[in-house]
């Protein structure tokens, strides 16, 4: 069984390719070269793959191989940085002159048994029908069983890559709702609610607080129709201010200036002003 | 031109990965010869399967695909962990359990 003419240019171009492309790997310093040359030596092997009547394995060594695998190895790569390149330091003595001389004795082991082992049978040609087809009918007939097996094996590998790139990372301490709002209710009553918008000032921003007019008594317009607003005697400092507002209304005006003396006047006065115009807001 | 040129050329290419492993350094690229190997091991199951006359060879090398794949993913992930871990992705550095 000799091969046809054209397939056997292919191959004299192809597979001297694929030996450059492996060697180029093993010996370029940089390993990004080294990748970019097995790329070479996978698309070449692709090329051989269909010059021997199996296309599909051939578009789908290209498409793997050198679109989806050397892509992850380059990315790889890149992340663990262009500069890693091998250290010339020999770690065990002569171990690149025993690789050398093992991978050479390696290699006429095999051509000499391949070569003279190997009986090519009578020519047989391509089974009839697409290749395509007949592998689809193999896969999912008589190798059903180990195709389901690699899809289990498939899920394993995505799930340890998962693990592994999860690996060592501290757990963080997941806060639940209710610890949140327990630490909320704890905490200083300022954040019981949401802020005041800016140039507030204000110490109670609830809807069952009433606003407070100047004088001291509670703006109609504040209450809520649906909310019971807190009773005006229990808005602390205020209280007072409204009694005197409601005796009469020029005492309130009267306060304006006491509150803006106030500002001097420590802290319990601050505190009540602050009061009042928060209502206010 | 026979086809038995294929097997010697898978034959040669496996050889090449062979040392590619012994002699290189880098985790990533000792990596990349082991996917060698499983190349031209796939190219001559494809051969022999046109030898034969059969497809049971080319089902093989697409097996032989599937599971270099999911090896290629773990293998990698393995790989970005210790250089995470070490800084480094020379197999000289990951020498914890030597000593």
């Known amino acids: 069984m000799t091969t046809s003419t054209g397939e056997a240019v292919a191959f004299w171009i192809l597979g001297p390719v694929a030996l450059a492309g492996g060697l180029g790997m093993v010996f370029s310093r940089n390993a990004v070269h080294s990748a970019l040359w097995l790329v070479l030596t ?75 082992s190997v009986v090519v049978p009578l020519a047989v040609g391509p089974a009839p029908g697409s290749n395509v087809g007949n592998l689809g009918l193999l896969i999912y007939q008589r190798y059903l069983l ?127 002003q602050s009061e009042i115009q928060g209502s206010q807001a | 031109m026979s086809p038995t040129n294929y097997l010697l050329l898978s034959a040669v290419l496996f050889a090449i990965g062979t040392v590619g492993v012994l002699v290189r350094r880098n985790a990533i690229v000792v990596f990349m010869c082991v996917e060698l190997m499983l190349n031209a091991v796939n190219l001559s199951l494809v051969t022999f399967a046109r030898l034969n006359g059969s497809l049971d060879g080319q089902v093989m090398a697409f097996f032989v695909m599937v599971v270099a794949a999911a090896e290629v993913v773990v293998g990698l992930s393995i790989i970005m962990s210790i250089f995470r871990a070490r800084r480094t992705a020379s197999v000289d550095d990951a020498n914890l359990l030597k000593y």
């Open chain 1, 42 to 116: 996978m698309l070449s092997l692709g090329g051989l793959y269909m010059v021997q009547s199996a296309p599909f394995l051939g578009f789908t060594q290209i498409i793997v191989y050198t679109g989806a695998i050397m892509m992850l190895f380059i990315f790889v790569l890149m992340m663990v940085g262009r500069d890693a390149s091998d250290s010339v330091v020999e770690v065990l003595r002569g171990q690149r002159v025993s690789a050398a001389i093992l991978g050479i004795g390696f290699a006429a082991l095999l051509l000499g048994a391949v070569a003279n």
């Open chain 1, 146 to 272: 180990a195709f389901e097996l690699t899809s289990a094996l498939i899920i394993t590998g995505a799930l340890g890559a998962m693990v592994y790139t999860f690996a060592g990372r501290a757990k963080a301490k997941v806060i639940t709702q209710r610890e949140r709002v327990t630490a909320r209710l704890l905490g200083p009553p300022e954040k019981y609610g949401s802020r005041s918008g800016p140039g507030v000032f204000a110490t109670g921003d609830s809807v069952a607080t009433p606003a407070l007019l100047p004088d001291g008594s509670v703006a109609p317009e504040s209450l809520s129709s649906i909310i019971e607003a807190t009773a005006r005697e229990r808005l602390g400092h205020a209280t007072e201010l409204a009694h005197a507002g409601d005796a009469h209304d020029q005492h309130a005006r009267d306060h304006e200036p006491h509150h803006e003396a106030g500002h001097e006047a420590g802290h319990e006065a601050r505190h009540e």
